[in-house]
């Protein structure tokens, strides 16, 4: 049958199989401890990745809270013992490196990058970078790539959602980047 369709017009065998499919999603990505990737997913479901997306986005509009990160997908961390902030920065896209890994050296999560832009709006992008070896990951996918980082739209400009165990962590990251001249406030 043709993705185009309607779904009123598919047979209820095809609508079974992919909500079948859709909760298997799901499952496997629940029973995860860390991103699972779309093509992981995929594979393990024998649908192409285009699928996989749209599978997704159906999920996410029935209000499931899917996150992608540049790994993979996860749920939202419901870790209730964690504290949040917004951290405003500013600099040029050489010193990236520098600010990333004072956030991790601190022992705080970079949860995205959030931009404002004057057409869209809000731009936001999931990062998810907890560690070295995840900033080096980042930065390899940067350098191959060769894709413009979302503050280079902003001048310079961003802000990060960042998270730890505890407030004084991102205290001291925030005392940090401020000594380094990346902190605008």
């Given at each position: 049958?043709?993705?185009a ?6 047979p ?15 499952e496997?990505?629940r ?9 992981e997913l995929?594979?393990r479901?024998?649908?192409?990745r285009?699928?996989?997306?749209q ?14 990160t ?18 405003a920065c ?10 990333l890994?004072?956030?991790?050296d ?11 832009h ?5 731009l936001?992008?999931?990062l998810a ?19 413009a ?11 990060h ?7 004084e962590m ?16």
């Amino acid at each position: 049958m043709n993705s185009a369709t309607p779904k009123a017009q598919r047979p209820a065998s095809e609508h079974a199989r992919s909500e079948k499919r859709r909760n298997r999603i799901i499952e496997s990505i629940r029973s995860r401890q860390g991103p699972v990737s779309g093509a992981e997913l995929a594979k393990r479901l024998r649908v192409s990745r285009q699928c996989l997306v749209q599978d997704i986005a159906i999920l996410r509009a029935a209000g499931e809270e899917i996150v992608a990160t540049p790994r993979g997908y996860r749920l939202p961390d419901s870790a209730s013992d964690t504290h949040r902030a917004v951290l405003a920065c500013r600099h040029s896209p050489e010193r990236t490196e520098e600010e990333l890994q004072i956030l991790v050296d601190h022992g705080v999560k970079v949860l995205d990058v959030i931009v404002e832009h004057p057409l869209y709006g809000e731009l936001r992008g999931s990062l998810a970078i907890e560690s070295r070896a995840d900033l080096q990951d980042f930065l390899k996918r940067v350098k191959a790539t060769h894709a413009a980082l979302l503050s280079s739209l902003t001048g310079g400009v961003h802000l990060h959602t960042v998270e730890a165990s505890r407030p004084e962590m991102i205290s001291r990251a925030r005392a940090r980047l401020r000594e380094r001249g990346i902190l605008l406030k």
